[in-house]
């Protein structure tokens, strides 16, 4: 089994800038073997990918509506990846999941979820 643990969600106003940490653990985790990454779900909307990355970092993908403004990264050694949110626009309000899956370099169908944290962007 793995948890994440996201953090730092919270309110900020459009333009603004937020990074969300997520820490991951558990008796059978290797960073090395799991890419890593981030969905949101917005209220009344379905879940999205946003980001994610490789376990060896080489392979990077972003959601069209993110491009330019977030930036994924991951620190293997202490289990943690990391999304910095720039230009924060009304759009980006969701619930923030963690999540990982083994064996792939992009996150399609993860294997384990965080518990998620909101971000809220105001106009």
């Known amino acids: 089994q793995v948890q994440l643990v996201e953090s730092g969600g919270g309110l900020v106003q459009a333009g603004g800038s937020l990074r969300l940490s997520c820490a991951a653990s558990?008796?059978?985790?290797?960073?090395?073997?799991?890419?890593m990454g981030w969905f949101r779900q917005a209220p009344g909307k379905e879940r999205e990918f946003v980001a994610s990355?490789?376990?060896?970092?080489?392979?990077?993908y972003y959601a069209d509506s993110v491009k330019g403004r977030f930036t994924i990264s991951r620190d293997n050694a202490k289990n943690m990846v990391y999304l910095q949110m720039t230009t924060l626009k009304p759009e980006d309000t969701a619930v923030y999941y963690c999540?990982?899956?083994?064996?792939?370099?992009?996150?399609?169908?993860?294997?384990?979820w965080g518990q998620g944290t909101q971000v809220t962007v105001s106009s």
């Open positions: 999540a990982c899956q083994v064996g792939v370099t992009r996150l399609i169908n993860p294997n384990y």
């Open positions: 558990g008796r059978n985790f290797s960073p090395s073997a799991y890419a």
């Open positions: 990355k490789s376990s060896g970092g080489s392979f990077m």
